[in-house]
């Protein structure tokens, strides 16, 4: 078996992390943002054997741990964190190495089919882009209080809402109400994540998603980027949106779950 050291990251080893990552944009998206732009609020670990660097773990908002790498090297990253309970996000290899640590207990998704919500990235870039709006949507932005409209919508605190409006945001409103809503608050510079991707549920059937994900996705294409959203593997009319739509599934498959750490 191969040793593996793990430590803290440090500046020193910063570079030589965000090279790792750059092999896979869209696998480490979130990683990398973090690193670039929200260090004070992330714990990192990297996993090193024979000087090479082989994997990852970031902790983030001291709930979530987000592991990517060689599988070798999981347990001796997951040793790393003291959180007691935590929103993994993994690549399927991993399973195994977290539930030695870790009892899964509950998906990410309320949509997924048992305790363990699988996801897929689907990607939109200009060639297979196909818009379809069929409503009037409206750009929105925090500046302008709809903070507490979009936090109605999705059933969320305020800060989140604002953190979903700090980028790009669009919605459809219906008898003065948002009724969908789609956000890109996650941006690098040549790729974007679509987020809050969210209708209603008496509001549902009508296209608006397909409106709002549409103007989202052309704003950012227009603007040079490519971009994609993650969807449940379990949530087929989010898939049949998004593929009407021109969004592809990239081949990537995550793992997200809460799980309790098991005793000792």
Known sequence: MRSIRTAALRKSVEKRLLEFMSRDRIGHFYAVYDVLFLPESTRAW????DGRLVGYLMEYDKRILYMRGDVSAAVPLLRNSDLSTALFNIESQHLS???????????????TVGKISSF???????KSFNPVVQHEVKELSKKHGYAQA????????????VDLLNGYAFGVFHG?????????????????IVRGVFTSSEERGKGYSKSVCSVLAERLLREGKDVFLYVS?????????????????TGHVFLSFWAQRKAG
Request: hydrophobic share 50%.
């Open 46 to 49: 990297t996993a090193l054997s």
């Open 97 to 111: 190495a977290v539930r030695k640590l870790f009892k899964v207990a509950a998906p990410a998704d309320k949509m």
């Open 120 to 126: 897929t990235p689907m990607m939109a870039a200009t």
């Open 150 to 161: 979009v936090a109605g919508l999705l059933g969320t605190d305020a800060q989140t809402a």
């Open 176 to 192: 003065g109400k948002l009724v969908s809503f789609a956000a890109s608050p996650n941006m690098l510079e040549d790729l974007a």
């Open 233 to 249: 593997k379990d949530n087929a009319a989010a898939i049949k949106v998004y593929s009407t739509i021109g969004f592809k599934p």
